[in-house]
Nanobody
Framework: QLQASGGGLVQAGGSLRLSCAAS???????MGWFRQAPGKEREFVAAITWSGGEAYSADSVKGRFTIARDNAKRTMYLQMNSLKPEDTAVYYCAAGGTISVLITSVIYKPSFWGQGTQVTVSS
């Protein structure tokens, strides 16, 4: 089971840190974050390998969001800085599956999904 937390309301330019805690099992593989804004499809945000040695993020959040994990705590994080109103969405954590690194994009297909946490950025 994956439990996401840390969402909330923040002004543009502010920061939030999301957490995703795993329970019931240890995910010894990739983990990541997706988001879904109202009226839009769910989109990839960031992913990280088991060791944490490789991390990937969508172009829209590069330089602003940082993904990390603490395997001892079975927790993944998403540090979000310089937030923009367009970052407003429900953020979902995910685990397992595969990360495919293509020439111009990264495709992460997880096996497990957590519930979402709402992030709202006001202008």
């Amino acid at each position: 089971q994956l439990q996401a937390s840390g969402g909330g309301l923040v002004q543009a330019g502010g920061s939030l840190r999301l957490s995703c805690a795993a329970s019931g099992r240890t995910f010894t593989d990739a983990m990541g974050w997706f988001r879904q804004a109202p009226g839009k499809e769910r989109e990839f945000v960031a992913a990280i390998t088991w060791s944490g040695g490789e991390a990937y993020s969508a172009d829209s959040v590069k330089g602003r969001f940082t993904i990390a994990r603490d395997n001892a705590k079975r927790t993944m994080y998403l540090q979000m800085n310089s937030l923009k109103p367009e970052d407003t969405a429900v953020y979902y954590c995910a685990a397992g599956g595969t990360i495919s690194v293509l020439i111009t994009s990264v495709i992460y297909k997880p096996s497990f999904w957590g519930q979402g946490t709402q992030v709202t950025v006001s202008s």
